[in-house]
């Protein structure tokens, strides 16, 4: 893999990363204001604000994991890359639409149309 694409690949995978370790420590700040929710939406509320927190880890992991000097090369690597990829691209478009206030809605949009089209130049390589 070039040089390039590797540092792309990186970056979108250690961003994806940073931002759900921000989410899932926002969860321990968020937690207390979302107590006047109700006893039923509290518990929806935190499930889906740390599920969110660890879906972008995930997706930055698998594309960290792609870039490994033993298999970046391989097709299996460039398939982990596109499907951690789509998984932030899915987040991204979820993201704005559920929290039209919160400029991490916006940055997770950016970043999954970002990692797709890297996802498609590593495709184009091979």
Known sequence: MKTQLRTL??????????????????TVVVAPSATSLGKDWFGTFIFMYVSTGLAC???????????AKSIEDTKTANQLFLFSALFMLVLGIGAPIAMSNNPFGYISLVL???SISIALLRFREH
């Open 112 to 114: 999954g149309v970002f």
């Open 57 to 67: 880890l995930l997706a930055g992991g698998g594309m960290l994991m792609s870039t």
């Open 9 to 26: 690949s990186k970056t979108a995978g250690w961003i994806s990363l940073l931002l759900g370790v921000i989410h899932s420590i926002a």
